[in-house]
Protein backbone atom coordinates (compact mmCIF):
# COMPACT_ATOMS: atom_id res chain seq x y z
CA UNK A 1 0.00 0.00 0.00
CA UNK A 2 1.51 3.59 -0.69
CA UNK A 3 0.71 6.61 1.13
CA UNK A 4 -2.41 8.23 0.86
CA UNK A 5 -0.56 11.90 1.01
CA UNK A 6 1.28 13.21 -1.84
CA UNK A 7 4.31 15.79 -1.67
CA UNK A 8 2.17 18.72 -0.30
CA UNK A 9 0.51 16.65 1.72
CA UNK A 10 -2.45 16.29 0.51
CA UNK A 11 -4.19 12.82 0.81
CA UNK A 12 -5.59 11.18 -2.22
CA UNK A 13 -9.27 10.99 -2.51
CA UNK A 14 -11.22 8.49 -3.83
CA UNK A 15 -14.63 8.90 -4.69
CA UNK A 16 -17.04 6.72 -3.67
CA UNK A 17 -20.17 6.65 -6.77
CA UNK A 18 -22.69 8.89 -5.05
CA UNK A 19 -19.83 11.58 -3.77
CA UNK A 20 -19.06 12.26 -7.57
CA UNK A 21 -22.70 12.20 -8.60
CA UNK A 22 -23.66 14.61 -5.42
CA UNK A 23 -20.37 16.84 -6.43
CA UNK A 24 -21.22 16.70 -10.36
CA UNK A 25 -24.71 17.89 -9.47
CA UNK A 26 -24.23 20.23 -6.80
CA UNK A 27 -26.17 18.23 -4.28
CA UNK A 28 -26.54 20.10 -0.79
CA UNK A 29 -25.87 16.37 0.61
CA UNK A 30 -22.16 16.85 0.20
CA UNK A 31 -21.14 18.83 3.38
CA UNK A 32 -18.83 21.56 3.47
CA UNK A 33 -15.58 19.98 5.00
CA UNK A 34 -16.00 17.51 2.35
CA UNK A 35 -16.05 20.14 -0.51
CA UNK A 36 -12.99 21.87 1.00
CA UNK A 37 -11.27 18.87 0.96
CA UNK A 38 -11.92 17.83 -2.42
CA UNK A 39 -11.26 21.52 -4.06
CA UNK A 40 -8.07 20.88 -2.62
CA UNK A 41 -7.42 17.50 -4.12
CA UNK A 42 -8.91 18.63 -7.60
CA UNK A 43 -6.46 21.74 -7.47
CA UNK A 44 -3.38 19.32 -6.62
CA UNK A 45 -4.67 16.88 -8.96
CA UNK A 46 -5.16 14.22 -5.88
CA UNK A 47 -9.02 12.91 -7.04
CA UNK A 48 -9.35 9.92 -8.53
CA UNK A 49 -12.54 7.93 -9.70
CA UNK A 50 -12.60 4.11 -9.78
CA UNK A 51 -13.30 2.44 -13.00
CA UNK A 52 -16.23 0.59 -11.10
CA UNK A 53 -18.06 3.57 -10.98
CA UNK A 54 -19.13 4.70 -14.64
CA UNK A 55 -20.50 1.02 -14.38
CA UNK A 56 -22.13 1.65 -11.50
CA UNK A 57 -24.06 5.03 -12.40
CA UNK A 58 -24.43 2.91 -15.78
CA UNK A 59 -26.62 0.36 -13.43
CA UNK A 60 -28.35 2.70 -11.27
CA UNK A 61 -29.62 4.72 -14.36
CA UNK A 62 -30.88 1.47 -16.20
CA UNK A 63 -32.66 0.28 -13.02
CA UNK A 64 -34.46 3.93 -13.13
CA UNK A 65 -32.48 3.99 -9.53
CA UNK A 66 -30.86 7.41 -10.70
CA UNK A 67 -32.10 10.16 -13.13
CA UNK A 68 -29.40 12.09 -14.71
CA UNK A 69 -30.35 15.47 -16.91
CA UNK A 70 -28.78 13.64 -20.01
CA UNK A 71 -27.96 10.94 -21.48
CA UNK A 72 -25.64 8.77 -18.95
CA UNK A 73 -22.13 8.35 -21.37
CA UNK A 74 -22.71 12.12 -21.83
CA UNK A 75 -22.71 12.33 -18.03
CA UNK A 76 -20.17 10.22 -17.51
CA UNK A 77 -17.81 12.27 -19.99
CA UNK A 78 -18.67 16.02 -18.61
CA UNK A 79 -17.92 14.18 -14.90
CA UNK A 80 -14.74 12.51 -15.49
CA UNK A 81 -13.34 15.52 -18.20
CA UNK A 82 -13.08 17.70 -14.90
CA UNK A 83 -9.35 18.80 -14.60
CA UNK A 84 -7.69 17.32 -11.50
CA UNK A 85 -9.87 14.22 -11.25
CA UNK A 86 -8.56 11.05 -13.13
CA UNK A 87 -10.06 7.73 -13.56
CA UNK A 88 -8.36 4.76 -11.81
CA UNK A 89 -8.08 1.74 -14.14
CA UNK A 90 -9.25 -1.87 -12.47
CA UNK A 91 -6.06 -3.51 -12.14
CA UNK A 92 -5.47 -6.96 -11.73
CA UNK A 93 -4.13 -6.56 -8.17
CA UNK A 94 -7.43 -4.86 -7.16
CA UNK A 95 -9.82 -7.12 -8.57
CA UNK A 96 -8.08 -9.56 -6.60
CA UNK A 97 -7.91 -7.86 -3.03
CA UNK A 98 -11.50 -7.10 -3.40
CA UNK A 99 -12.14 -10.84 -3.35
CA UNK A 100 -9.86 -11.47 -0.56
CA UNK A 101 -10.40 -8.44 1.96
CA UNK A 102 -8.38 -9.39 5.26
CA UNK A 103 -11.75 -8.53 7.33
CA UNK A 104 -15.61 -9.13 6.75
CA UNK A 105 -17.50 -6.72 4.65
CA UNK A 106 -20.95 -7.02 2.51
CA UNK A 107 -20.77 -8.41 -0.99
CA UNK A 108 -21.65 -5.25 -3.25
CA UNK A 109 -18.79 -5.35 -5.79
CA UNK A 110 -19.04 -1.92 -6.61
CA UNK A 111 -17.84 -1.58 -2.63
CA UNK A 112 -15.62 -4.38 -2.35
CA UNK A 113 -13.87 -2.79 -5.39
CA UNK A 114 -13.41 0.72 -3.97
CA UNK A 115 -12.21 -0.37 -0.59
CA UNK A 116 -9.52 -2.66 -2.34
CA UNK A 117 -8.72 0.26 -4.32
CA UNK A 118 -8.27 2.69 -1.23
CA UNK A 119 -6.52 -0.01 0.51
CA UNK A 120 -4.05 -0.93 -2.34
CA UNK A 121 -3.73 3.05 -3.86
CA UNK A 122 -3.34 4.39 0.43
CA UNK A 123 -5.93 6.54 -0.82
CA UNK A 124 -9.37 7.94 1.72
CA UNK A 125 -12.23 7.17 0.36
CA UNK A 126 -14.55 10.27 0.51
CA UNK A 127 -18.13 8.08 0.81
CA UNK A 128 -21.45 8.89 3.10
CA UNK A 129 -21.81 5.10 3.16
CA UNK A 130 -22.26 4.05 7.10
CA UNK A 131 -21.12 0.78 6.73
CA UNK A 132 -18.11 1.84 4.60
CA UNK A 133 -17.21 3.99 7.09
CA UNK A 134 -17.34 1.95 10.33
CA UNK A 135 -14.90 -0.54 8.78
CA UNK A 136 -12.41 2.62 8.52
CA UNK A 137 -12.99 3.40 11.76
CA UNK A 138 -12.10 0.03 12.74
CA UNK A 139 -8.67 0.82 10.71
CA UNK A 140 -9.09 -1.13 7.44
CA UNK A 141 -8.57 2.17 5.27
CA UNK A 142 -8.68 5.39 5.61
CA UNK A 143 -12.41 7.28 4.53
CA UNK A 144 -13.88 10.92 5.30
CA UNK A 145 -17.23 10.88 5.48
CA UNK A 146 -18.94 13.13 2.52
CA UNK A 147 -21.52 14.46 4.51
CA UNK A 148 -19.33 16.45 6.94
Given at each position: MSDASGSAGVPLLLLDTHTLIWLTEGSRKLGEGAKDALRVAYREDRSIVSAITPWEIGILVSKGRLILGQDVLLWLRVALGVS??????????????????PFEMHADPADRILVATARHLGAMLVTADQPLLELARQGHFHALDATN
Amino acid sequence: MSDASGSAGVPLLLLDTHTLIWLTEGSRKLGEGAKDALRVAYREDRSIVSAITPWEIGILVSKGRLILGQDVLLWLRVALGVSGLRLIPLEPEIAVASTRLPFEMHADPADRILVATARHLGAMLVTADQPLLELARQGHFHALDATN
